[in-house]
């Protein structure tokens, strides 16, 4: 088992539709919790953190964090085509105490007119 | 603020010969970080310094690769000798401290031949 897995790619969705982006992890004392976009080409840039159970919203994205099932996703509303690109997710596994960041394989979005 | 510089961008050798990537963070960051991202995968920490104290080397193939960061500044990443699966894109990101984001520089693209 992966230490952090993304649901496999690639998902298209409509433009103005709702993409759901999902992850798990396999230490169940990860406590960070973040998510990395990547253009085509380009470095990852982080859009969203969170650490708590619960939804965290930061205009048209949230993050949904649900330790127990140690599983977080990412919700991208009125999805844009600029939002095309690959969305990781990076988890601080347990027991790092260092801010250790260990990704997922990445998942492809494409958002088509 | 500037951001994290890498040069070079971009390196084709081939197979048993050396390169060197260098990393300049942005300005007081003292933590930072290098990662090998292979085409289709997530960014795979390789090496995290603190200042100029290694914090986590456990992934970096000690037998060919060799990294420092001298004064707690910059930092060079060094192959030696490079294998065809070297073949990535060589990351550099830098946080403030531990557990803080880490912001990404624009990558190394190596291709060995």
């Known amino acids: 088992q992966k230490e952090v897995e993304q649901n496999s790619g690639p998902l298209s969705v409509p433009e103005g539709a709702i993409a759901s982006l999902n992850c798990t992890y396999s230490?169940?004392?990860?406590?960070?919790f973040f998510w990395y976009r990547q253009y085509s080409g380009k470095s990852p840039e982080l859009i969203m953190s969170?650490?708590?159970?619960g939804d965290k919203e930061d205009g048209r994205f949230t993050a949904q964090l649900n330790k127990a099932s140690q599983y977080v996703s990412l919700l991208i509303r009125d999805s844009q085509p600029s939002d095309s690109a690959t969305y990781l997710c990076?988890?601080?596994?347990?027991?790092?105490?260092?801010?250790?960041?260990?990704f997922g394989q990445g998942t492809i979005l494409t958002v088509h007119p | 603020e500037a951001g994290v510089a890498q040069s070079p961008r971009y390196k084709i050798i081939e197979k048993r010969q050396s390169v060197a990537f260098w990393c300049n963070p942005i300005?007081?960051?003292?933590?930072l970080y290098w990662y090998q991202q292979i085409l289709g995968q997530g960014p795979k920490l390789l090496i995290q310094?603190?200042?100029?104290?290694?914090?986590?080397d456990s992934q970096l193939p000690k037998d060919r690769f060799s990294a420092e960061r001298l004064k707690g500044v910059d930092s060079t990443l060094k192959i030696q000798p490079a294998k065809l699966e070297d073949s990535a894109v060589y990351l550099c990101?830098?946080?403030?401290?531990?557990?803080?984001?880490?912001?990404f520089g624009p990558g190394t693209r190596l291709l060995v031949l």
């Open positions: 990101a830098s946080s403030p401290g531990y557990q803080e984001t880490q912001y």
């Open positions: 300005s007081g960051h003292a933590t």
């Open positions: 230490d169940r004392g990860s406590q960070s």
């Open positions: 310094f603190q200042n100029n104290g290694v914090v986590d």
């Open positions: 990076a988890v601080e596994l347990g027991g790092t105490s260092y801010g250790k960041l260990t």
């Open positions: 969170i650490y708590s159970n």
